[in-house]
């Protein structure tokens, strides 16, 4: 059998191991998809966060992706060299740049919504019970209120 040496630790009869799989699944689609546009989904959520918000730096960023400034600061700089961010001075602090979509950048938001609807389509998450989705983000909720308990 194949991968012996993880069965007890990793089963995937257990719902965080199924999981699991489905979202390195998810994202392994993800990435398939925007590579098209020469992007991963590091990239993709950068440019997510940044439509959402005004007044969006580096650092709230990396925080807010839960990301290293390293990271972040590869992803900026990418996504500044091939057109998709803007980065301006900031008027409250002239040592901190904001982050803003630009003209191209915009264009894709919505390019990113049809990717995930897609994938959310072929798995045929659009026909899933409301009940599910209530027991799931119950689930959930409960997963981040627990670490959250634990940071404390």
């Known amino acids: 059998m194949k991968y012996e040496k993880t069965m007890g630790f990793y089963d995937s009869n257990r719902l965080g191991d199924i999981l699991f799989i489905f979202h390195k699944n998810h994202k392994k689609y993800l990435n398939d998809?925007?590579?098209k546009y020469g992007l991963s989904l590091i990239h993709a959520l950068c440019i997510l966060m940044i439509d959402e918000s005004d007044e969006l730096?580096?650092?709230?960023?990396?925080?807010g992706?839960?990301?290293?400034?390293?990271?972040?600061t590869r992803a900026v700089k990418k996504l500044e060299s091939e057109g998709w961010i803007i980065?301006?001075?900031?008027?409250?602090d002239m040592r901190e740049y904001i982050l803003k979509?630009?003209?191209?950048?915009?264009?894709?938001?919505?390019?990113?919504?049809?990717?995930?609807?897609?994938?959310?389509?072929?798995?045929?998450?659009?026909n899933l019970p409301v009940e599910f989705m209530e027991i799931f983000n119950e689930l959930t909720s409960r997963s981040i209120d627990l670490n959250l308990k634990k940071e404390k």
């Open 33 to 35: 998809e925007l590579s």
């Open 57 to 63: 730096n580096q650092k709230d960023l990396a925080e």
């Open 65 to 72: 992706l839960y990301l290293t400034k390293g990271a972040i």
């Open 87 to 92: 980065r301006e001075k900031s008027q409250r």
């Open 101 to 126: 979509l630009s003209k191209k950048g915009e264009d894709l938001i919505p390019v990113l919504f049809e990717i995930n609807r897609g994938w959310e389509s072929k798995m045929g998450l659009d």
